[in-house]
C-alpha cells in the first residue's frame, strides 16, 4: 500500500490513543456521539491527507457542508466505532477511503488494538498487512451475518428488529462488534459471510466496500442497486456464492411491514 497513507494511518491512530478519557458530545441523533477524539484524529487527517495529496478533495463524517465532486476524495471516518471508544472496549478503527469518478480506487482502515492494517486497490487484491484476503464460500444456512443496528435512526428500529427475528432461523447467527468497517474487515477475511446495516453513511463502508470487493465479495444495497458513496444507504455485503440469496431475504423481510 501507499506509504504515505499507511504512516498518517499509524500516526493518526497514536494520536487517537493519547486520548484516554476523551470528553463526549451529543450529535443529536438517538445515542449519536462524537468526541474530541475523533475531532482531533479527523483534523490531523485532514491536513496530512491534504498534504501527502496536493488537490484531493475530503468528504468527512465530523465535517459540515462538504460534497462529494467527481475528481479525488477521500471519504473519512476518523473514528469508526465511536460508543466503543468511549467505553474503552478497544474495537473501532479509522478508516480512509479514496473516490474518482465517484468510485472508490484505494482505501486503508487501520484497528490500532489489534495493529491491523486492512488496505486495498481497485484491480489488485485485498490485505491485511502483506496476507491476501478472500471472502467465505459459506453457504446461507452456515453463514455468519454481520449485523448493524442502525442505532442513530429510530425509525429503522422495528425494521432492524424484525430482520433479526426473520433471518435468523435461515442462518447460523449474527455478530455485531459495534464498527460497521471492522464488521466489514470480517467478511473480507472470510471470519463471517455477510453483513447488513438498513442504513450506513459512506464514511462507515467506503473503504471496506472495496476490501470486500477486492476479496472477492459482493456489495450492493439490500434493495436492489449499487453502492454510492454521495450519501447514506441500505449497504449490503456478502460473499459471492449467498450475495442474492440474503439480499432477496432482506427485501422480503422489508416488504412484510
Ligand atoms: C457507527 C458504527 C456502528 C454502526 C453505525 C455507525 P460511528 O459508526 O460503525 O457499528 O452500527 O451505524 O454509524 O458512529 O461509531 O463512526
Ligand atoms: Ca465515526
Redesign the pocket.
Known sequence: MDKALDGILRRAARLMLDFENPQVFAKGGHA?FVTEADVAVQAFLLEELARAYPGAAFFA?EAEGQTLGDGLTFII?P??????FFRRRRC?AISVGAVEGKMPVFGAIYDPYRDEMYHAERGRGAYCGDVRLHVSDTPMEKAVIGL?????YSELFELTGRTVGRLLPQIADFR??????I?LCDVAAGRSDGHF?W???P??YCAATLIVEEAGGRCGSILGGEVVYDRAMPHLAANARIFDQLQMALQEIERQQ
Open positions: 449519536d463524517e471516518d473514528i469508526d466505532g465511536t460508543t466503543n473501532s448493524g443496528s442502525a442505532p442513530y455485531r462488534t459495534g464498527s460497521a468497517c464488521d446495516e442504513r450506513l453513511q464514511w462507515d
